[in-house]
């Protein structure tokens, strides 16, 4: 079984910025692709950004594209979003994922294509 824990959530003002890290451990982790997924207050979990753990690949959501990236360190199993020129619209819990096959980078939006969650982390953004 693979666990992942989130950090770096917090509050910070419209124009800032974040990091936030999804540590993976257990199991020998042997992710083939890791996701950030965020859920503000009222509305459905939404896909924000994946990175493939070899290849090292990205694709993001329109709503964040030029605005955050993502990145791995995989000697430390761990996972980065850097969040820059945050809106008050990215107020949410992210949470990350992680999948065991290939699924996730064809179907990056789609929560059934992960196998493993974290509790999330909240990030608020003042206007």
């Known amino acids: 079984q693979v666990q992942l824990v989130e950090s770096g959530g917090g509050l910070v003002h419209a124009g800032g910025s974040l990091r936030l890290s999804c540590v993976a451990s257990?199991?020998?982790?042997?992710?083939?692709?890791m996701g950030w997924f965020r859920q503000a207050p009222g509305k459905e979990r939404e896909f924000v950004a994946l990175?493939?753990?070899?290849?090292?690949?990205?694709t993001y959501a329109d709503s964040v594209k030029a605005r955050f990236a993502v990145s791995r360190d995989t000697a430390k199993n761990t996972m980065y979003l850097q969040m820059n020129s945050l809106k008050p619209e990215d107020t949410a819990v992210y949470f990350c994922?992680?999948?065991?096959?290939?699924?996730?980078?064809?179907?990056?939006?789609?929560?059934?294509?992960?196998?493993?969650w974290g509790q999330g982390t909240q990030v608020t953004v003042s206007s």
């Open positions: 994922a992680a999948g065991d096959t290939m699924a996730p980078q064809h179907f990056p939006s789609d929560e059934g294509m992960y196998d493993y």
């Open positions: 257990g199991q020998t982790f042997n992710a083939y692709a």
């Open positions: 990175i493939t753990w070899r290849y090292n690949t990205t």
